[in-house]
């Protein structure tokens, strides 16, 4: 059983593990559905290192969908001086949130 492993999700990197709860970009898969990511770059086990070149071959973690929703509101402002002109906008990234069940090494 792997101990915990790097996975690529969304063009982020993540280190996961059994039980633990990540915060991802959003991704399209309803609530409760189970994920395979399978793009693993590094796994470590009780007794080895595996790295990938990029990806380790046949490994895969799985998840399961907790939920969906939207990040706090993060303000931009634009301003340059002496010419009247401020820009104030906002924007809400939305976010997936996955429960890491296990992961999977091949031999």
């Known amino acids: ?57 046949g490994a895969k973690a799985v998840a399961r969908v907790l939920e969906h929703g939207r990040d706090r509101k993060v303000l931009v402002f634009k301003y340059k001086p002496k010419v009247n002109y401020r820009r104030r906008y906002g924007h809400r990234q939305p976010y997936t949130r996955l429960a890491i069940e296990r992961l999977e090494v091949a031999g």
């Open 1 to 57: 059983m792997a101990e915990y492993a790097i996975v690529d999700v969304g063009g982020r990197q993540y280190r996961v593990a059994p039980g633990d709860v990540i915060t991802v970009e959003r991704l399209d898969a309803p609530v409760g559905q189970e994920l395979t990511l399978d793009r693993v770059l590094m796994v470590r086990d009780a007794d080895r290192l595996l790295v990938g070149e990029p990806l380790v071959a």
